[in-house]
């Protein structure tokens, strides 16, 4: 089985899409009603709940989720090794690949890349600008009208990349230098989301709380910090507590990030594009 796209530029019936799931609250998002629409064939691996990888010959298509953990967590999660592995097996077979977040970062790490933490969190709507190989490189002309010149995604993330080689970098924002990479034309790896809804975005919100955490200004390292907690209603709850202020950076409140209705409807857009691309010829 391969997919292919027809004479009115729609993919046809049949492609089979396998996902990597690795918390309950990290689904397809805006990517699932996309891939039905197109009646493709969605199988799913959830990892959280131990379940084995398909088979790099059961799908055309591997998309590879977010999560809060981190690539090398084996020891919290040992399942994280035999994930790298499968992403490794299915990229080398020729697979098409699509990772976010969490999933850009373990493409990076079985090509060769190194992942880190960034010098900074990013969490909210922040401005990404494509690279200029992006915009100039023939060998990735067909993704050039994916991906905007200056566009405006939702990160969540405090782990980063270096580019592997090979790869062309998709763009960067001020907070991050590697917002993401397409390698070898099959393999397209996004440090944002694109495909988070509304209910994504507080489903976030809920379960990684903790990482909504900012800092005032001015306060000493590894000092008292003033915690500021921000819920899903955009309330703000200060204590002070002892709090280093390391690993700060642009994170923007619940509030302002679930009230941004254009930037949910481009984020769609663009990935609605990204979509018809990497499924053109995936067999």
């Not at 990892?47 to 084996?74: C, F, H, Q, R, T």
């Not at 080398?92 to 190194?114: F, N, P």
């Not at 790869?167 to 001020?174: D, K, L, P, V, Y």
């Amino acid at each position: 089985m391969s997919c292919r796209v027809d004479r009115e530029n729609k993919i046809q019936a049949g492609c089979r899409i396998h996902y990597f799931q690795h918390v309950s609250f990290e689904g397809l998002g805006n990517i699932q009603p996309w891939l039905e629409d197109n009646h493709c064939v969605i199988t799913a691996t959830h990892w959280y709940k131990n379940e084995l990888p398909a088979s790099p010959e059961d799908y055309d298509v591997l998309i590879v989720m977010g999560g809060p953990m981190s690539v090398y967590d084996d020891s919290i999660y040992p399942w994280l090794k035999t994930e790298r592995h499968a992403i490794y097996t299915a990229i080398k077979m020729g697979k098409k690949v699509l990772g976010v977040c969490l999933g850009a970062q373990l493409i990076a790490s079985v090509l060769g890349a190194q992942v880190h933490k960034n010098p900074m969190r990013e969490i909210g709507w922040f401005p990404v600008i494509s690279s200029l190989a992006l915009q100039d490189e023939p060998s990735v002309a067909m993704w050039r009208h994916v991906f905007p010149v200056n566009y405006m995604p939702l990160h969540w993330h405090g782990d980063t990349f270096t580019l592997p080689i090979g790869a062309i970098s998709i763009g960067s924002s001020e907070a991050c230098a590697q917002q993401g990479f397409i390698y070898g034309g099959q393999v397209v790896a996004l440090q944002y989301h694109l495909e988070l809804t509304r209910q994504g975005v507080n489903n976030l919100c809920l379960h990684c709380v903790d990482e909504l955490f900012i800092h005032k200004a001015g306060d000493l390292e590894g000092g008292t910090a003033t915690r500021i907690a921000v819920n899903t209603e955009g309330i703000s709850t200060v204590k002070s507590e002892n709090y280093s202020t390391n690993n700060t950076g642009s994170v923007q409140t619940a509030a302002m990030m679930l009230k941004e209705t254009d930037y949910f409807y481009e984020s769609k857009l663009i990935l609605h594009r990204l979509l018809q691309v990497l499924l053109m010829d995936a067999e």
